[in-house]
C-alpha cells in the first residue's frame, strides 16, 4: 500500500513540475449511462489524495440517469441517506487537458480496488469478469474502434447540421469513403489524434466512413482490458472537447440520420493462455466456435448494455452493417461477430453489435462474459453467414423488452453480478419512461 501511495505521488509531483501552469484536475469517473461526472480539485489537494488522504464522492452519482437525475432504484437515492462511497486515482492516468481555455489536467477515479467497491459501478463490474478470468488463466487481448460524427457547433432549432467543409464552407453533405475527406477535415482530426495520445491512448487508423461527416478512428491491441476500456472512455471525452475548440460538435450519438448509417463501437477480442497460446485457434478453431456460441446465447440478454437508449434501437437494422439478429460469420461485416481473416495468432473476434455512445466498460463485460460462457458449455454455434444467409436468432429491438430479457438471465446475475444486473436494468427503465414524458411536434401533426 505504501507503494502504492508513493507510485501516486510520484506521478502527481513529476505533472506539477511538467505543467505548472496547472492549478486544478478534474477527476472523474464514468457512470452507468456512460457519461463522466466527478469533482475539479486544487492540484495542491490531489497531491495530499495520492499520498493517501481519503477521495470519497456520493456513491450514487454511479446511478445518475442520462439527463442527470436520479431515480428511485430499489433504496438508493432516496432511502440510503445518499452516502459517500470511496475512490482512489487510477495510475498513469493524469494527463494535461488541452481543450479547455484555461490549464487543467485530468486523472481517472474509481471505487474498483477499494475496501468496499461500488457493486453497480461499470469500472468495478468489468473489474470482476477480468479477475475471474485470469484466475481462469484467460488473458483477453483487446481493442476497440469508435465511429462519430462531426456537426456544425450550431443546432438548427435543436436538430444537428453538417459539418462545413474547412476549404470550400460548404456543408459535408456527401456520404461517402473518400480518403479527400481526411484531408478536408485534417485539422481537427489531428488534433483529436494528438490530444488522445496525450492522453496515454494509442491511436492508430483513421477512416472516413459513409455517412456525412462520419469518421471511424482505432486503438492499438492491449492485453489490459480495464485499460482498453479507458482508452475508449478517455477518447470519447477529448473528442468532443477538441471539436468544440475547432467549431464543431463530434457526437458518438448512436443513429443522427434516418438515412445514414449510424455509428458504433466494434470491440476485437483474443484470448490467450499463461503461455502465451491464442486459445480461440486451439484444436482447429473449435473453441473459437464455442465462444461464438456463447456470445450469441447471451446477446439478447445484453441488448440494454449494447443499445443503452432509445436513439440507440433505431441504428439496428437500418442502411449497412447493422444487424437485428444475432449472427456471425467470417470476414462478414453484416454479422453481429464478425470472425477478420487474420492468422492463428492474432485470431480473434470482432464484436459489432455495440452503439458508439454505450459504456465500453460494461460492453467489454458483456462480451467477455459470453465469450466465457461459451468456452464453459462447449455449445456449436448456429450456421455462420457465409454458409446462410437467413441464420440469426432474434433479439429484442425496444427496450423495455430487452430490460426484460436481461434481468432475470442467470448467467448474467451470476457473472456480472445481481446487483449490478437490478440496478442497470431499473436504470434502463426509468430513462426510456422518463424519455416519453414529453410530446413531440410529430404527435400534434398527426392528432391534434
Known sequence: MKSHASTLLAEVRTFRQNHPDVRYVDLIALDIPGHFYGKRYPIEMLEKVAAGSPLKLPQNAVLLGVQGGLF????????????DANRRLVPGTLKPVSWESQPLGQMLITSDGTEAPIEFEPRE???????RLQHKGIHPVVAFELEFY???????????QFARDPLSDDADDQPNLHIERLSRFSEVLDDMAQT?????VDITVITAEIGPGQFEINFGHLDDGMRAADWAALFCRSTRGVALKH??????????????PGSGMHVHVSLYDGAGNNLLAAHQQQLLRHAVAGCLELLPHCMPIFSPNHN???RLGATVNAATRASWGFEDRDACVRIPESDPRNLRIEHRLASADANPYLVLAAILVGLEHGLETKHEPIAPLNEDRSSGTDFPLEMLDAVRAMQHQPVLRDKLGAEFVDVYCENKRQDHLAFQQEIHAREYRWFL
Not at 428511485?72 to 452516502?83: A, E, L, Q, T, W
Not at 467549431?247 to 445514414?260: D, E, I, T, V, W
Open 72 to 83: 428511485k432504484i430499489g433504496d438508493y437515492c432516496f432511502n440510503d441517506g445518499d452516502p
Open 125 to 131: 463490474v468489468l473489474a470482476k469478469v477480468l479477475e
Open 150 to 160: 462531426l456537426f456544425d457547433k450550431k443546432l438548427d432549432n435543436g436538430l444537428p
Open 196 to 200: 488522445a495520445k496525450d492522453q496515454g
Open 247 to 260: 467549431g464543431y460538435r463530434a457526437s458518438f450519438m448512436a443513429k443522427p440520420y434516418l438515412q445514414y
Open 312 to 314: 440507440a434501437f433505431r
